[in-house]
C-alpha cells in the first residue's frame, strides 16, 4: 500500500513539473513544419501573445491544429451556430415562393424538409436596430470534419475541414446565410502538409511552412470583411483581376490585424482583443440519432438564384458581373461546383474528395474579350441565357475594351452582334480547373447589323474552333471561319 501510494505521488509530482513547464505528452510525437514549440507563439499580432496548450487527454487532430481568426475590426458577422439563422429565418418554398414554415428548426429540416426545394429566408425585421456589435455577442462555434481519401500512391491522407457559418454576407453579392471553410491536410504520418482556404468561387493552397501559425500548429487565417473568405495573410489581397467596362479594377479582399482575434476554447490567451469560438466535431451526422444530422440538409440557407446574372449599376450604363449573385449556399457536403453527381450527392465537391480539390481548388474560367462595338450572349447547350457582356464605349487600360470573367464546368456557346455593323474583334480564353489553357481570337468578324456569329467552345463538338456566321438570324450559317490565333498551355 505504502509503495502504491509513492507512486501515486510521484507519478502527479511528474505530471505537475510538464504542465507547469508547458509540456505534454503530444509535445514530444508534434510534427510541425515550423519549427515551432507547443506553447509557445510564432507570430505576434499587436505586441506579444502569450498562449499556452492545455494537456487534453483525449485532445483530437481538429482540436491540434484549429485555427486562428483574425476578423476584420469593421465585421458585423461572426462565424456562430446555425440555429441562429433559423431563429430569424423563414422557410420557403422554390418555385412558388410559398411560405412552408414560420418556425424552422434543425430537426424540422432534415426530418421533414430534407429536399432542395427549400430554402431558409431572414425575416425582414432580422436586423432591424441591430448595432455594429449585436450579431458579435452570439457564442462563436466552428464545425469540424475529418475525412480521409487516398493519395494515388497507395497512402491515405487525413483532411481537417473547419466550416465556419454566418448569419449573413454582406459583400457585392449579399446573400442571407454564408458558409467558408480551411482544410488542413496531413500525410501519411500526419504531418501537415498543406492549407486550402476558400477563396469565394475556389480557394488558395500554400505549403504548411507558408502559414503563419500560433503555438506551434495553429494556422493564423485572416477574414475578409463583408465576404468571410480566408487568407493566409492579412491587408489587401487580390484574389480576382479583371477590366470590366467602367474601368480597371482588382477585386480585392480586405482583411486587418486590428479586429478581435478568435481562437479556439482550447487554449488560453492573453490579448484584450480576443475572443474564444466552441469547435463542434459534425463527423457523428451519418448517425440518424445524431444532434448534427441537419449537416447533411439539402436545402439552402437562404434564397437560391437561378437564370440570369445579378446586374450592377455604373452611372448610366449597366454591366452583368459573373461573380455578382445573390444566392445562399447548400449545406457543406453539397457545396462545390463539380458536376459528378450520384444519387444527388456530389461526391466530388471537397467534403468527399479533400485532396481534389486542395490540389484543384478553382473553378474553370471563361474570359471574354470584345471590341467595344460587340455585344456577346453566353448560352448552355440548353436554352436560356447564361450571362450577357454588353456594349461599352471605352477603350480602358489600353487593353480590350469589354472584358468579362465567367465561371463555368461546361462547354458553353457564344453568340457574338455587331452593334453598328462593322467589324468585331473576339477573343475567348478558358481555364479549366485541372490547369489547361485554350485561348482563341476573331479578328474583323464581318457580321452584318442583322446578324450573329456563333461559337462553340466545346472541344468534342468543334476541334477546329470555328465560327459560323448567320447573315440574317434565320438559323443557317452562312458562312464559317477559322480563328486567327490559337494558343493552348
Not at 480597371?248 to 474564444?276: A, R, Y
Not at 466535431?281 to 445579378?310: L, M, T
Not at 471605352?394 to 453568340?415: A, G, I, K, Q, R
Not at 485541372?434 to 462553340?456: C, H, Q, T, W
Amino acid at each position: 500500500m505504502g509503495k502504491t501510494w509513492v507512486s501515486v505521488f510521484f507519478l502527479f509530482l511528474v505530471t505537475t513539473l510538464l504542465n507547469v513547464y508547458g509540456i505534454s505528452e503530444s509535445d514530444g510525437a508534434q510534427k510541425v513544419g515550423n519549427g515551432g514549440v507547443t506553447g509557445q507563439p510564432t507570430g505576434t499580432m499587436g505586441g506579444a501573445i502569450n498562449i499556452t496548450s492545455p494537456a487534453l487527454e483525449n485532445k483530437s487532430l481538429l482540436d491540434e491544429y484549429a485555427p486562428i481568426l483574425y476578423m476584420h475590426p469593421d465585421e458585423r458577422f461572426y462565424p456562430i451556430r446555425t440555429k441562429i439563422l433559423l431563429e430569424n429565418s423563414d422557410l420557403y418554398e422554390r418555385g412558388s415562393d410559398e411560405l412552408i414554415d414560420k418556425h424552422p428548426t434543425l430537426a424540422k429540416l432534415i426530418e421533414k424538409y430534407n429536399d432542395d426545394t427549400y430554402y431558409l429566408k431572414l425575416q425582414s425585421n432580422w436586423d432591424l436596430n441591430k448595432g455594429q456589435d449585436y450579431w458579435k455577442n452570439f457564442k462563436c462555434v466552428v464545425y469540424g470534419h475529418q475525412t480521409s481519401e487516398p493519395d494515388g500512391s497507395g497512402n491515405v491522407k487525413i483532411a481537417l475541414q473547419y466550416w465556419f457559418f454566418y448569419i449573413y454576407d454582406d459583400w457585392d453579392n449579399s446573400h442571407d446565410g454564408d458558409w467558408e471553410m480551411i482544410q488542413i491536410v496531413l500525410d501519411d504520418e500526419n504531418t501537415p502538409e498543406t492549407l486550402t482556404c476558400s477563396v469565394h468561387l475556389g480557394g488558395l493552397t500554400l505549403g504548411w511552412e507558408e502559414v503563419e501559425k500560433v503555438s506551434g500548429n495553429h494556422p493564423k487565417v485572416f477574414v475578409t470583411i463583408g465576404a468571410h473568405s480566408n487568407w493566409y495573410k492579412e491587408g489587401k489581397n487580390v484574389w480576382l483581376e479583371t477590366f470590366p467596362p467602367y474601368g480597371c479594377i482588382k477585386c480585392v479582399d480586405d482583411t486587418s490585424l486590428l479586429g478581435d482575434v478568435v481562437f479556439p476554447k482550447t487554449l488560453s490567451q492573453t490579448p484584450s482583443n480576443s475572443m474564444k469560438y466552441e469547435l463542434i466535431d459534425v463527423d457523428d451526422s451519418d448517425d440518424e440519432e445524431s444532434p448534427n444530422r441537419w449537416i447533411y440538409w439539402k436545402g439552402f440557407w437562404g434564397k437560391p438564384v437561378g437564370g440570369s446574372n445579378k446586374s450592377v449599376h455604373i452611372g448610366s450604363g449597366k454591366i452583368y458581373s459573373s461573380f455578382v449573385v445573390t444566392s445562399g449556399p447548400k449545406s457543406p457536403p453539397y457545396i462545390d461546383y463539380l458536376n459528378t453527381v450520384n444519387g444527388g450527392v456530389n461526391l466530388s465537391g471537397r467534403w468527399y474528395k479533400p485532396l481534389e480539390w486542395a490540389q484543384h481548388p478553382n473553378p474553370s474560367d471563361y474570359t471574354i474579350c470584345a471590341s467595344a462595338n460587340a455585344r456577346v450572349v453566353v448560352r448552355t447547350m440548353s436554352p436560356g441565357v447564361l450571362h450577357t457582356v454588353p456594349y461599352c464605349s471605352f477603350n480602358v487600360c489600353n487593353v480590350c475594351p469589354t472584358n468579362s470573367v465567367l465561371f463555368s464546368e461546361n462547354d458553353l456557346m457564344f453568340d457574338v452582334y455587331s452593334l453598328d455593323g462593322k467589324c468585331v474583334d473576339l477573343k475567348i480564353s478558358r481555364l479549366t480547373r485541372m490547369g489547361e489553357a485554350y485561348s482563341v481570337e476573331f479578328d474583323g468578324l464581318n457580321i452584318p447589323k442583322r446578324g450573329k456569329a456563333s461559337f462553340n467552345f466545346s472541344l468534342n463538338q468543334n476541334p477546329m474552333f470555328e465560327i459560323g456566321i448567320d447573315n440574317n438570324l434565320d438559323g443557317f450559317y452562312d458562312s464559317h471561319r477559322l480563328p486567327d490565333h490559337i494558343e493552348v498551355k
